[in-house]
Nanobody
Framework: QVRLVESGGGLVQTGGSLRLSCAAA????????MAWFRQAPGKEREFVAA????????YYEDSVKPRFSISRDNTKNSVYLQMSNLEPEDTAVYYC?????????????????WGQGTQVTVSS
């Protein structure tokens, strides 16, 4: 059993920054491919970013690539999402996801473990 807990969400103004954290428990972080997804009201869950088990490889949705950065610290069993130049369109519940596979999955149905989500709201 793997438990993921997100934190760092909140309310920010357009152009602001926010750093999300995801802590994993129950399995060594280096054995998990990890990702961030987000879901806005009335929309499907959307892939945001992912990182390989070592953190050496990263992947991004095109719309967030210039502004978001994913990283991980396996000594802390944690993954992070640094978000800059936030826009109202970024408003959503952000979810941390993990899977023992060794390649990126953009579909949320392919991830085995999920956190409960953290709300990010960007005001205009």
């Amino acid at each position: 059993q793997v438990r993921l807990v997100e934190s760092g969400g909140g309310l920010v103004q357009t152009g602001g920054s926010l750093r999300l954290s995801c802590a994993a428990a129950g399995r060594a972080a280096e054995s998990l491919f990890m990702a961030w997804f987000r879901q806005a009201p009335g929309k499907e869950r959307e892939f945001v970013a992912a990182t390989s088990r070592s953190g050496d490889l990263t992947y991004y949705e095109d719309s967030v690539k210039p502004r978001f950065s994913i990283s991980r610290d396996n000594t802390k069993n944690s993954v992070y999402l640094q978000m800059s130049n936030l826009e109202p369109e970024d408003t959503a519940v952000y979810y941390c996801a993990a899977d023992p596979s060794s390649f990126v999955n953009r579909s949320p149905t392919l991830y085995e473990y999920w956190g409960q989500g953290t709300q990010v709201t960007v005001s205009s």
